[in-house]
């Protein structure tokens, strides 16, 4: 993703059409970090179960909303720019990860 946007974005994409099989591939790949959540939601008591699933569920869809709304407005002029911004996010995920892995904070 930082290599495309510093060489100047990725090649012409053309539309693609998700087949059942990729979209699967997505949704057990969603269900399994949905799964995490689950279990450290278990412990809670149904009231706080509740509160927690209506506001994961309403920050995801309000976060959602304004992203596609965002992504349609800046999308085409920023492109490169947002995949180096989003490769460089992604590897500081990784380093944050890997470092708190090693250090086991």
């Not at 993703?1 to 060489?7: A, S, T, V």
């Not at 059409?17 to 699967?24: F, M, R, T, V």
């Given at each position: 993703?930082?290599?495309?946007?510093?060489?100047g974005g990725a090649p012409e994409q053309k539309?693609?059409?998700?087949?059942?099989?990729?979209?699967?591939?997505?949704?057990?790949?969603t269900s399994i970090d949905a799964l995490s959540v689950g279990f450290t939601i278990a412990d809670y008591g149904v009231l706080q179960a509740l509160s927690a699933c209506l506001i994961i569920g309403a920050v995801t869809?309000?976060?959602?909303?304004?992203?596609?709304r965002i992504g349609q407005h800046f999308g085409t002029r920023f492109a490169g720019k947002a995949s180096i911004l989003g490769g460089l996010i992604l590897i500081g995920i990784g380093l944050e990860i890997f470092i708190t892995g090693l250090t086991g904070h």
């Open positions: 993703m930082l290599f495309d946007g510093i060489r539309e693609v059409i998700l087949k059942p099989g990729a979209l699967l591939v997505q949704g057990i790949a869809f309000i976060l959602c909303f304004f992203g596609l």
